[in-house]
């Protein structure tokens, strides 16, 4: 074996190392966007609530929250309930999701 092969050789390592780091990298920005969708939806939710978001022909979960939300002090307490129970069910799929895949990646890691 001659100074050419050695070299070939620890190029061809440095190139396996780099695509190594790829897919750590890639399989990282996945987990970390499915994760930012989460936060997405529940602040979508939180602006419609506040009046910030979407506007009241279109539907969205806070707006029906904030419509509902008079209704609490005369018992109709599913109004409110059910649709947050929606958002957050959203969020939580959202964020197991996410754990999932953390999960997997730290399997084949």
Request: glycine letters at 14%.
């Amino acid at each position: 074996m001659g100074p050419a092969s050695s070299i070939t050789s620890s190029t061809l390592d440095a190139d396996t190392d780099r695509k190594g780091e790829t897919n750590v990298a890639s399989g990282n920005l996945l987990l970390e966007r499915v994760t930012r969708l989460g936060y997405a939806f529940f602040s979508i939710a939180t602006l419609s609530f506040l009046g910030l978001g979407i506007q009241p022909p279109s539907a969205d979960w806070g707006l029906a929250v904030a419509d509902g939300y008079g209704f609490l002090t005369g018992g109709k307490w599913w109004v409110v309930v059910f649709n947050s129970g929606a958002i957050v069910s959203l969020v939580m799929a959202t964020n197991l999701i996410a754990q999932g895949i953390g999960a997997f990646e730290n399997v084949d890691g």
